[in-house]
C-alpha cells in the first residue's frame, strides 16, 4: 500500500517549535521505513517530496533529519517554482530544497534551453555552478539523439545566477555540428527570464567602395520599464566616424520615440562639385499625446542636413519619405473629438530632396486648422454639416496664401420605388484668398490681394442593387449607379492659387464624387452627370469575382482640368476595374482608364497574386499617362517577386523592380535564402540597385545574418557602388 506521511508528526521527532516557523513537508511513496534512534527516513519507489511549491522526485531517498541533509538516487528530477527542472543521477539536497550538489546534473529551462554538465552545485535556490557543462537551446536528432545539435557551447564552469538572470561561462567553446569554431575564456549571457537589459548588442559588419569597411557597436540603456535608449558609435574607413541613437519612452498617456545620427565630412574630403559636406546628420521624432478625453496632441519631425544622407549612410528606415520618396515631412497637431464634433490646429514643414528643389519655394504651413460638425438626424432623416478651414502657407522666395474656408451642407438618404438607395444633398460653399506674388497663368504679371468666390450645389446619387440566387451557393449582382450634381460654372480664378496637387487622379474610387480635385483650392463646376456599372458573382465558401465601368458627363468642357486627366471634354474617359478572387490561392486585380475616342489605355495596373505558402507569385504592373504641366512624369515599371518556403525549414524569395520607360530598365533585383528552426536563424540576402542620384551610385550588396537564439545575432556584408 502506497504510504503518505505528513513531515512534521510529532512521531517522526520534529519539534514543536518548528511546526509553526517552517512551512511544511509533504513526502509521498510507495513505501516509507523510518529508524527513530538514528532519525533518519527512508522512502522508496516513485518517492515524491514537495516544499514550498518545489518538488523533488526520485527512485529512493535517505532523509537524515539531524543534519537536515536528503540523499536522493535513481531518476532523480527536482521542479523549481519557475518552471526550469533539474535532473540528476545522484543528489544531495538540504531538507528546505534549496542547497544541492550532484553528479551527472542537466538542466531544462522554461524556454526550452538545456544545460549538461558532469556535476554541480547549487546554494540558497539561487546560484548554480556547473562543471565541463555544455548548453544549447537546440533539439536533439530524433533518429540518432546521440548526435550533437546544430550549435552548442561547451564550457569548462558555467554559472547561472538567478537573481541576477544571468549565464555566465569559462573557457568556452562554440561549436556548429560538433565542430568548434571560436573560442573566448569569458562569456555572459541573460537567462531566459530577462526581457531586456543594458549592454552591448551585436555588433554589425558591412562597407561599401564610398564608405570602405563599416562597423556599427550598439549599446543598449535600460533606464527604467518605460524608457531606454541605444548609442551606436559607427566606424566607416574612408569617410571617419558617425554616432547614431535612439530614445523610446511610454508614458501613462502617450508614448515618444526619437532617432538621430551625426557626422563630419570636413576631414576626408568627401564632398560633391558644391564642395565638402561637413557636419551631416539626420533627425526622426514621433510622439502621441493623449491629454484627456477630447484632446490629443502630436508631432512628426523629419530632417536631414541634406538631399542623400540618410541612404548613404543606410538610415533610410528611420526617416519618413512621401510617397514619391522626394520629401520629408514635418508634422506637428493638437485634434480634439468631442460629440458630432471634431477639431484639428497643424503645421506643416517640408524638405525637397530633388536635386532641382529650391527651399525658397517649399512652403511653410503655419496654421492648418479644421473645424468639422455633423448634426443630429431631423425628422426626414437628414444630417446638416459645417466645414471651417483656415490655412496660412509661406514661402521665403515664392507667393504666400491665407485662405478661410467655410461651407454647410444638409444631406439625407432614402429608398425609392423597386429598392433603389438615394442619398439627396444640398451645399453652400465660400472661400476668401488673401495672396501676395501670385503667379498668374500664362501671365507676366503677378497679383497680391484678396479675392474669393461662393459655391451653392447640389447633387443627387442613385445606385439600384439587384441580386439573384443560384443554387444557394452563388449569388449574382448587378448594381446600376449615378450620380448628378448641380453647381454653377467657373470658380477657378487666376486670382485664386493652387496649394494642392497640380494632379487629378480619376478612376473608380471618385467617379460619383462632386469634386475630384484634392483639397480645397480647385472646384468642380457646372451641371454632370457620373454614372457605372459593377456585376458580380460572390461564392458560399468566399470567392468572387467583380467587374465595374463607369464614365462622367458634362455640358461643357472643363479646362480647369489639365489635359490628360481624362476629365477635361464633355465626355470623360472610361474607368474600369476588374476584381478576380475565386479563392485565398489566387487574386487579379484589374484598374484601368480608357481614352473615350479610340479606347486606348491612358492608365493601366495588374496586379497578380498566385500561390500558396510552399510557392507563391507576386506581380505588379503600373502605366500612368503623363497630365499636361503635372511636377510628375508618366510611369511604365514592372515588379515581380516569387516566394517559396522550400522545406520546413528552409524559404527563399526573389524579387525585381524594372522600369519600362523608354529609357528606363532594370532598377533593382533582390534574392533572399534563410534557414530557421527553433534555435538558429541563417539568411543571405544579395541585391543589385540601379539607382543613381548625386553621390549615390549603383550599387552591388550581399548580407549575411546569423541569429543563435537566445545568445544575439551576427551580421556581416559587402556593398559595392560603382
Not at 509661406?394 to 438618404?413: A, C, E, H, N, Y
Given at each position: 500500500m502506497r504510504a503518505l506521511i505528513m513531515v512534521l508528526l510529532l512521531a517522526a521527532g520534529f519539534p514543536a517549535a518548528a511546526q509553526d516557523e517552517d512551512p511544511p513537508i509533504l513526502l509521498k511513496a510507495d513505501k516509507v521505513s523510518y529508524d527513530r534512534e538514528k532519525e533518519i527516513i527512508t522512502a522508496n519507489g516513485n518517492v515524491e517530496i514537495s516544499r514550498e511549491n518545489r518538488v523533488l522526485l526520485a527512485d529512493t531517498i535517505i532523509y537524515d533529519q539531524r543534519k537536515d541533509l536528503i540523499t536522493a538516487s535513481g531518476n532523480i528530477s527536482l521542479v523549481e517554482p519557475n518552471g526550469d527542472v533539474i535532473f540528476a543521477e545522484s543528489m544531495e539536497i538540504s531538507g528546505?530544497?534549496?542547497?544541492?550538489?550532484?553528479?551527472?546534473?542537466?538542466?531544462?529551462?522554461?524556454?526550452?534551453?538545456?544545460?549538461?554538465?558532469t556535476g554541480g552545485r547549487r546554494t540558497d535556490a539561487n546560484i548554480v555552478e556547473l562543471r565541463n557543462a555544455v548548453y544549447s537551446p537546440c533539439d536533439l536528432c530524433p533518429k540518432d539523439p546521440s548526435n550533437p545539435p546544430l550549435w552548442q557551447i561547451k564550457a569548462v564552469k558555467v554559472v547561472h545566477d538567478r537573481e541576477g538572470q544571468t549565464l555566465e561561462y569559462t573557457d568556452a567553446w562554440l561549436e556548429l555540428w560538433g565542430t568548434p569554431i571560436a573560442y573566448t575564456p569569458y562569456f555572459s549571457?541573460?537567462?531566459?527570464?530577462?526581457?531586456?537589459?543594458?549592454?552591448?548588442?551585436?555588433?554589425?559588419?558591412?562597407?561599401?567602395?564610398?564608405?570602405g569597411l563599416v562597423t556599427r557597436v550598439p549599446y543598449f540603456f535600460d533606464i527604467a520599464p518605460d524608457r531606454d535608449a541605444t548609442i551606436t558609435p559607427i566606424y566607416t574607413a574612408e569617410s571617419g566616424?558617425?554616432?547614431?541613437?535612439?530614445?523610446?519612452?511610454?508614458?501613462?498617456?502617450?508614448?515618444?520615440?526619437?532617432?538621430?545620427?551625426?557626422?563630419?565630412n570636413d576631414s576626408d574630403g568627401f564632398g560633391t562639385e558644391k564642395g565638402s559636406f561637413g557636419i551631416r546628420g539626420h533627425l526622426a521624432a514621433w510622439g502621441r499625446f493623449e491629454v484627456d478625453d477630447t484632446w490629443r496632441m502630436g508631432f512628426d519631425v523629419n530632417r536631414a542636413t541634406d538631399d542623400t544622407y540618410v541612404r548613404r549612410y543606410g538610415f533610410g528606415s528611420d526617416i519618413t519619405l512621401n510617397d514619391s520618396n522626394n520629401s520629408l515631412t514635418t508634422h506637428l497637431f493638437t485634434e480634439g473629438f468631442r460629440g458630432r464634433n471634431y477639431l484639428a490646429v497643424s503645421a506643416y514643414a517640408f524638405q525637397g530632396l530633388d536635386e532641382d528643389d529650391d527651399a525658397g519655394n517649399t512652403p511653410l504651413v503655419l496654421p492648418m486648422i479644421d473645424f468639422n460638425h455633423v448634426g443630429e438626424p431631423d425628422r426626414f432623416g437628414g444630417r446638416s454639416s459645417l466645414d471651417v478651414n483656415f490655412l496660412a502657407l509661406?514661402?521665403?522666395?515664392?507667393?504666400?496664401?491665407?485662405?478661410?474656408?467655410?461651407?454647410?451642407?444638409?444631406?439625407?438618404?432614402f429608398l425609392g420605388p423597386g429598392g433603389g438607395a438615394y442619398t439627396l444633398s444640398t451645399s453652400l460653399r465660400g472661400d476668401a484668398y488673401h495672396v501676395d506674388s501670385l503667379a498668374r497663368?500664362?501671365?507676366?504679371?503677378?497679383?497680391?490681394?484678396?479675392?474669393?468666390?461662393?459655391?451653392?450645389?447640389?447633387?443627387?446619387?442613385?445606385?439600384?442593387?439587384?441580386?439573384?440566387?443560384?443554387?444557394?451557393?452563388?449569388?449574382?449582382?448587378?448594381?446600376?449607379?449615378?450620380?448628378?450634381?448641380?453647381?454653377?460654372?467657373?470658380?477657378?480664378?487666376?486670382?485664386?492659387?493652387?496649394?494642392?496637387?497640380?494632379?487629378?487622379?480619376?478612376?473608380?474610387?471618385?467617379?460619383?464624387?462632386?469634386?475630384?480635385?484634392?483639397?480645397?483650392d480647385r472646384v468642380e463646376?457646372?451641371?454632370?452627370?457620373?454614372?457605372?456599372?459593377?456585376?458580380?458573382?460572390?461564392?458560399?465558401?468566399?470567392?468572387?469575382?467583380?467587374?465595374?465601368?463607369?464614365?462622367?458627363?458634362?455640358?461643357?468642357?472643363?479646362?480647369?482640368?489639365?489635359?490628360?486627366?481624362?476629365?477635361?471634354?464633355?465626355?470623360?474617359?472610361?474607368?474600369?476595374?476588374?476584381?478576380?478572387?475565386?479563392?485565398?490561392?489566387?487574386?487579379?486585380?484589374?484598374?484601368?482608364?480608357?481614352?473615350?475616342?479610340?479606347?486606348?489605355?491612358?492608365?493601366?495596373?495588374?496586379?497578380?497574386?498566385?500561390?500558396?505558402?510552399?510557392?507563391?507569385f507576386q506581380g505588379n504592373y503600373s502605366f500612368f499617362d503623363s497630365q499636361k504641366g503635372s511636377e510628375f512624369a508618366g510611369r511604365e515599371e514592372l515588379s515581380l517577386s516569387l516566394r517559396s518556403q522550400l522545406t520546413r525549414y528552409w524559404r527563399g524569395s526573389l524579387s525585381s523592380l524594372t522600369d519600362l520607360d523608354r529609357d528606363g530598365g532594370l532598377r533593382s533585383i533582390r534574392m533572399n535564402l534563410t534557414y530557421e528552426d527553433e534555435c538558429f536563424q541563417f539568411s543571405t540576402d544579395i541585391s543589385r540597385t540601379f539607382f543613381e542620384d548625386r553621390d549615390l551610385k549603383p550599387t552591388d550588396s550581399i548580407f549575411f545574418r546569423v541569429l543563435f537564439k537566445t545568445l544575439g545575432e551576427v551580421k556581416s556584408g559587402i556593398t559595392r557602388s560603382q
Open positions: 528546505d530544497l534549496k542547497n544541492a550538489v550532484a553528479e551527472g546534473l542537466k538542466m531544462l529551462l522554461k524556454d526550452g534551453s538545456r544545460f549538461a554538465s549571457h541573460p537567462d531566459p527570464t530577462v526581457k531586456r537589459r543594458s549592454g552591448f548588442l551585436t555588433p554589425r559588419i558591412g562597407g561599401s567602395s564610398d564608405l566616424p558617425a554616432l547614431a541613437g535612439e530614445y523610446r519612452h511610454r508614458l501613462m498617456d502617450g508614448e515618444l520615440e526619437v532617432r538621430a545620427s551625426i557626422t563630419n509661406t514661402r521665403t522666395g515664392g507667393s504666400d496664401t491665407q485662405r478661410l474656408s467655410l461651407k454647410g451642407g444638409w444631406q439625407v438618404p497663368g500664362g501671365r507676366d504679371t503677378t497679383f497680391s490681394g484678396f479675392s474669393g468666390r461662393i459655391r451653392p450645389q447640389a447633387a443627387l446619387e442613385w445606385r439600384q442593387p439587384l441580386v439573384r440566387r443560384e443554387n444557394n451557393s452563388v449569388y449574382q449582382l448587378i448594381e446600376p449607379s449615378a450620380s448628378l450634381i448641380v453647381s454653377p460654372y467657373g470658380g477657378n480664378s487666376d486670382r485664386i492659387p493652387n496649394e494642392d496637387s497640380k494632379d487629378v487622379e480619376f478612376d473608380e474610387n471618385n467617379l460619383l464624387r462632386a469634386n475630384r480635385f484634392a483639397g480645397l463646376g457646372g451641371p454632370r452627370l457620373n454614372y457605372g456599372l459593377k456585376w458580380g458573382v460572390f461564392g458560399a465558401k468566399g470567392g468572387n469575382s467583380t467587374v465595374f465601368l463607369g464614365q462622367s458627363y458634362r455640358i461643357r468642357s472643363d479646362s480647369t482640368f489639365p489635359e490628360g486627366s481624362g476629365l477635361e471634354d464633355n465626355f470623360s474617359d472610361i474607368v474600369g476595374k476588374v476584381n478576380i478572387s475565386p479563392s485565398n490561392n489566387l487574386n487579379l486585380l484589374y484598374r484601368t482608364r480608357l481614352d473615350k475616342e479610340n479606347l486606348e489605355p491612358r492608365r493601366n495596373e495588374v496586379s497578380l497574386t498566385v500561390g500558396r505558402p510552399a510557392l507563391s
